[in-house]
């Protein structure tokens, strides 16, 4: 049973530019929430998507967008990439009826 | 507003020394609490899901305790794998809400 996967591993980036982060959830599951990991902090929410909408967002500005596939995967996509993005970003799946949330192991953004 | 708060933000322990890890919150409508350990540079890994005041479960060296204005994280004869920083979370309306996390060392 694959549990959720997450692509890129790292990414090297700079000022300005565009990015787009990919994620798998865990078999099973139809509902994917994205966290921001600053370092030494915990997880903030980003958004959650459910039925290819975005069902809840956190405070994030709009350079941070997302998309579900009818196959439940989604993709993070952020604009206009600040220093201050530069952090752990992290999927997590979970199904509709059920709470806990299960996470990929990250992807590691940097912006120079 | 919903908030989490853990404490300590570091603990150093021996081997074998047993500890108890806090995390105190304020919800509107807790759905769930949640403990993750995680690894540096890796995602979190789930532990424990606990819904109502009261409720315990175990898992090894670790038990998760839950009222309704806090958990515990009781961690009995640690070993030095049982090193990884712990986050607790909590579920209010859809979002999960974490705390900063306590980052266990455990020395030979």
């Known amino acids: 049973d694959a549990g959720v996967t997450q692509s890129p591993t790292h990414l090297i980036k700079t000022r300005g530019q565009q990015v787009t982060l990919r994620c798998s959830p865990k078999s099973g599951h139809d509902t994917v929430s994205w966290y921001q990991q600053a370092l030494g902090q915990g997880p903030q929410f980003i958004f959650q998507?459910?039925?290819?909408?975005?069902?809840q967002r956190g405070n994030f500005p709009d350079r941070f967008s997302g998309h579900q596939f009818p196959n439940y995967s989604s993709e993070l996509n952020v604009n206009a990439l600040l220093l201050g993005d530069s952090a752990l970003y992290l999927c997590?799946?979970?199904?509709?009826?059920?709470?806990?949330?299960?996470f990929g192991p990250g992807t590691r953004l940097t912006v120079l | 507003e919903d908030q989490v708060t853990q404490s300590p933000e570091a603990l150093r322990l021996q081997e074998g020394e047993s500890s108890s890890l806090n995390c105190s919150y304020t919800?509107?409508?807790?759905?769930?609490l949640f403990w993750y350990r995680q690894d540096p540079g890796k995602g979190p890994e789930f532990l424990f899901t606990?819904?109502?005041a009261g409720e315990e479960k175990e898992k090894e060296r670790l038990k998760a305790t839950l009222t309704k204005k806090e958990s515990f994280l009781h961690i009995t004869a640690p070993k030095p794998e049982d090193s990884a920083t712990y986050l607790c979370?909590?579920?209010?309306?859809?979002?999960?809400?974490f705390g900063q996390g306590t980052e266990l060392s455990v020395k030979p």
């Open positions: 606990l819904y109502s």
């Open positions: 979370a909590v579920q209010g309306e859809g979002k999960l809400i």
């Open positions: 998507y459910y039925e290819e909408e975005e069902r």
């Open positions: 919800v509107s409508g807790l759905r769930g």
């Open positions: 997590a799946s979970s199904s509709s009826g059920g709470a806990t949330e299960f």
